[in-house]
């Protein structure tokens, strides 16, 4: 098992900037992924972006490209996600996961471990 425990959420005006931090814990070397997602009230579960340990490759959702940054520390087994210029939309719990999986890693259903959540709430 991998335990998960993102940190870091807050309210803040829109154009503002946070950072959410996951660590993970437990059986970390079977991870090769780490992804956020993110859940506004009454809507599905959205990806957000995701980091490959090996290497670093990332990927975003088009809606946050250009204003998040997803990063790692692998001696921390941590990561972080950097979400600029914030707008109203961005509110919602951010959750982040890890999977042993090498494909369809914009997948939720993909993802064996999740955080318990972290709630960020933009106002205009």
């Known amino acids: 098992q991998v335990q998960l425990v993102e940190s870091g959420g807050g309210s803040v005006q829109a154009g503002d900037s946070l950072r959410l931090s996951c660590a993970a814990s437990?059986?970390?070397?079977?991870?090769?992924?780490m992804g956020w997602f993110r859940q506004a009230p009454g809507k599905e579960r959205e990806f957000v972006a995701y980091i490959v340990w090996s290497g670093g490759y990332t990927y975003y959702t088009d809606s946050v490209k250009g204003r998040f940054v997803i990063s790692k520390d692998n001696a921390k087994s941590t990561v972080y996600l950097h979400m600029n210029r914030l707008k109203p939309e961005d509110t919602a719990i951010y959750y982040c996961?890890?999977?042993?999986?090498?494909?369809?890693?914009?997948?939720?259903?993909?993802?064996?471990?999740w955080g318990q959540g972290t709630q960020v709430t933009i106002s205009s």
């Open positions: 996961a890890s999977t042993r999986s090498l494909d369809a890693l914009h997948l939720g259903a993909r993802y064996d471990n």
């Open positions: 437990g059986r970390t070397s079977s991870s090769t992924t």
